[in-house]
């Protein structure tokens, strides 16, 4: 059974971090670009950073540049989401995602495969 569980989220004061783990599971990830996304209450699904498979790079959104790193241990098959400085505006539900796609547009969620559960962030201000 192929299972993303994302976990790490939680209520932090704004300047704050959180980091986000995401556990796969089920099949072999390696080649896959696992992605972050983020949907806030009445939004459409955002595209927060991604990071392609076998030891490929990394893309972020405008938004978060800077503040969010994404990493990947492939031992683990584990991504991460370590979040700095966060905002007010960063409040969302965070899911993770893998694709199989190659040369496609990462910032798409309709090109991810698999989904994971998602969780909570949320930050005061």
């Known amino acids: 059974q192929v299972r993303l569980v994302a976990s790490g989220g939680g209520l932090v004061q704004a300047g704050e971090s959180l980091s986000l783990s995401c556990a796969a599971s089920?099949?072999?990830?390696?080649?896959?670009?696992m992605a972050w996304f983020r949907q806030a209450p009445g939004k459409s699904r955002e595209f927060v950073a991604s990071?392609?498979?076998?030891?490929?790079?990394?893309d972020y959104a405008a938004s978060v540049k800077g503040r969010f790193t994404m990493s990947r241990d492939y031992a683990k098959n584990t991504v991460y989401l370590q979040m700095d400085n966060l905002k007010p505006g960063d409040t969302a539900f965070y899911y993770c995602?893998?694709?199989?796609?190659?040369?496609?547009?990462?910032?798409?969620?309709?090109?991810?495969?698999?989904w994971g559960q998602g969780t909570q962030v949320t930050v005061s201000s």
């Open positions: 995602a893998a694709t199989t796609r190659a040369h496609v547009s990462y910032q798409n969620h309709l090109m991810y495969d698999f």
């Open positions: 089920g099949r072999d990830f390696s080649r896959d670009t």
């Open positions: 990071i392609i498979g076998g030891g490929g790079g990394t």
